[in-house]
């Protein structure tokens, strides 16, 4: 069946630096994006979404771009900081009115 | 305003055992999620109850049973425990579904030996 994915299962960062994890999607139906975050040991935080009538979308720190052509999702954090580490999950609706797939995760750390 | 609360936290269980998984909503939302999550495999839907009254299956149902209790209320229940069904359960709610955010509560550890 049609999933979520992410290219790199790991990223390392310095503090301060640009950070951007990728995400791939395959359902066409979508019309609906979102990023969550997780710390160890909580539930998924949301971060920021995206429909698909738009490209970008901006938050405090934080970008969602949507290029509906390749189908591919990426969540740009600015000034990465330390408690920015986490896992960070990528989802998408498939078109449905009631649910959302989520990829496997992006280990995102970030080194002083 | 709590959110989404679960209940318990952690939870062991021999293999043949059953119990139930607690969660309340106090956001006023209509729709209601269960979750799994195994490493390596992300968030996997078992079950969702798109508004009071209706209750629908997810990716990976086997072994699960639900009730929509009242539109805070959404419970899982184990009817027969297996170490497959070893891992972290997430419930979540969102007000209108596939199109809005999921706020989700900090999950049941549950490990069945």
């Known amino acids: 069946g049609e999933s979520v994915g992410l290219h790199l299962p790991t990223l390392s960062v310095q503090e301060g630096d640009n950070s951007i994890i990728n995400c791939a999607y395959s359902?066409?139906?979508?019309?609906?994006f979102i990023w969550y975050k997780q710390e160890s040991g909580k539930g998924p935080q949301f971060i920021i979404d995206?429909?698909?009538?738009?490209d970008k979308r901006q938050g405090q720190r934080v970008t969602v771009l949507l290029n509906k052509t390749v189908k591919h999702l990426s969540l740009q954090i600015a000034a990465t900081q330390p408690g920015d580490s986490a896992v960070y999950f990528c989802?998408?609706?498939?078109?449905?009115?009631?649910?959302?797939?989520f990829g496997k995760g992006t280990l995102l750390t970030v080194n002083p | 305003n709590a959110g989404v609360t679960q209940t318990p936290k952690f939870q062991v269980l021999k293999t043949g055992q059953s119990m139930t998984l607690q969660c309340a909503q106090d956001?006023?939302?209509?729709?209601m999620y269960w979750y799994r999550q195994d490493p390596g495999m992300g968030l996997r839907l078992i079950y969702y109850?798109?508004?009071?009254?209706?209750?629908d299956k997810g990716e990976v149902p086997n072994g699960y049973n639900v009730s929509r209790l009242n539109k805070r209320e959404f419970s899982l229940r184990l009817e027969s425990a297996a170490p497959s069904q070893t891992s972290v359960y997430f419930c979540?709610?969102?007000?209108?579904?596939?199109?809005?955010?999921?706020?989700f509560g900090n999950g049941t550890r549950l490990t069945v030996t």
């Open positions: 979540a709610s969102t007000e209108t579904g596939g199109r809005s955010p999921l706020h």
């Open positions: 359902n066409s139906a979508s019309d609906y």
């Open positions: 995206i429909r698909s009538n738009m």
């Open positions: 989802a998408e609706n498939g078109g449905s009115n009631y649910k959302l797939t």
């Open positions: 956001m006023n939302h209509n729709s």
């Open positions: 109850s798109a508004s009071e009254g209706t209750t």
